[in-house]
């Protein structure tokens, strides 16, 4: 059984970048470099020694009015969602920089990658994707950033989370981060478009009684105090 104390969890280096599976990142290497001249890092790294074996995708925004220049692609869950539903007046009240959360992958290795894609199961459960939501918290406490900001899984689907990369509303919730606005509707995921573990789940929600409404994502918020 894997030993969580084997586990280091680092913001990411630029000379780390041949050692991770990039997966949702762009493959640009101008576009890396963008990234780290404009944030230092690209986010979090989870480590077995010199084996990556999970990471979190972060970017730094201006503003809750702004997007990533460097990342605009892989930044559109704020840009859409997010802003449609933030009421009138809260993304201004978050001001800025903010640290954006964008996806968490535990398990996601660079042999998984050139195998089936399906995650290293030994990893998960362990608490690693918590350490790097801390480590995140931590790099933006250590810099000028206003607030943390990531999007929240409806608890009641496990399955959606991991295949999402989204980290469930409530360990947000136990590091102290509270919901700013939720997504009008549910999405696309909840009728079909998902993985079959995934539509099992909402399907087991539903017939236990549990709503759809409950199912939409959360951003969840953490605004960072400095003594």
Known sequence: MLDPATITVLPIRREQLQAIPLRCWPEERSV???????????????????????????????S?????????????????????????GHAESLGGPLWCLACF????????????????????GRGIGTRMLMTAMEWALGGDYVAVIGPGAPPAIPAYAEWSGH???????????????EEPDVGDWVHGSAPAEVSFQVRLHVERGGRLRDLRESLMVKRLERA
């Open 105 to 124: 992958h535990v398990g996601r290795t660079l042999e998984s990658m050139a195998g089936d894609d399906e995650p290293a199961r030994g990893y998960m």
């Open 64 to 88: 809750a009015q702004s997007d990533c220049r460097h990342w605009p692609a892989r930044s559109n869950w704020w840009s859409g969602r997010w802003r449609d539903a933030l009421l009138p």
């Open 32 to 62: 890396l470099e963008g990234l780290f001249e404009s944030q230092e890092t690209l986010g979090v790294a989870a480590w077995e020694g010199d084996f990556c074996v999970a990471q979190l995708h972060c970017y730094r925004l201006e």
């Open 167 to 181: 980290m469930p509303r409530t360990t947000y919730e136990k590091l102290g981060f509270t919901a700013l606005a």
